[in-house]
């Protein structure tokens, strides 16, 4: 099962930090904001913490979707789900049990979301998906904003998309890396709904135009 309409959701990544409450105001018409906690150990670049997210969180409109690119995720992600965020996505590579840590988010009250970077296979979690409310294949090497979308991520979607529909749940697939009006048709061809786009709307002169064209370009796809 898989919504009809596109959700976009712009990373902050791509904005401008000194003007945080501004530029998550910017991006009202987005079905939510992707926030990206990176500690420079799990990936080579360094973001901010739980203090960030809590306001980002005060002042956002639209729900936040809480990427943490951290390592022991098992200790950490509990945390920001009691932020009261809407979603919580960690690493599969960055926790020991998955599904124990999805159940503890769920229990907190955020969704649950695995992520799984390119190198990462897919197949060990295809029985697990009934624990998990997204799934987030990255297509391209977390990190860094402005990298090249990875096509070669897509049979990852497929599988996933088969797999949840063998099991019969409303499974959110989400893409991060890349997106662009053109990669994101391929993206949704592929069996994604949910996108992170960065440079995509917060580099457009007009934001809410660039949402709009995602979300269209992408249900067309659908």
Request: avoid cysteine; aromatic fraction near 6%; hydrophobic fraction near 50%.
């Amino acid at each position: 099962m898989t919504s009809n309409v596109p959700r976009i959701q712009p990373s902050i990544l791509a904005a401008d930090f000194a003007n945080i409450q501004d530029e998550v105001a910017r991006i009202r018409s987005a079905d939510g904001v992707h926030v990206d906690v990176m500690d420079n150990h799990f990936v080579p670049n360094l973001t901010f913490g739980p203090q960030m997210v809590e306001a980002v969180q005060r002042v956002s409109t639209v729900p936040l979707d809480v990427h943490l690119m951290i390592t022991d995720a098992d200790r950490w992600a509990p945390g920001y789900a009691e932020l009261g965020v809407f979603s919580v996505t960690f690493h599969a590579e960055a926790t020991n049990d998955p599904v124990a840590l999805a159940r503890r988010i769920r229990a907190i009250g955020s969704r649950a979301s695995l992520a799984l970077k390119p190198g990462t296979a897919v197949e060990p979690y295809l029985d697990l998906l009934p624990e998990f409310d997204q799934v987030l294949v990255m297509t391209v090497e977390p990190g860094f904003g402005g990298q090249s979308f990875m096509a070669e991520m897509m049979p990852k979607l497929r599988t996933l998309r088969v797999a949840a529909e063998r099991h019969g749940i409303e499974l959110w697939l989400q893409v991060d890396g890349g997106i662009a009006l053109d990669t994101i048709a391929v993206a949704a061809e592929a069996g994604a709904d949910t996108f992170v786009a960065g440079s995509s709307v917060y580099g457009a002169a007009d934001v809410d135009a660039a949402i709009a064209g995602l979300r269209a370009a992408a249900a067309h796809r659908h």
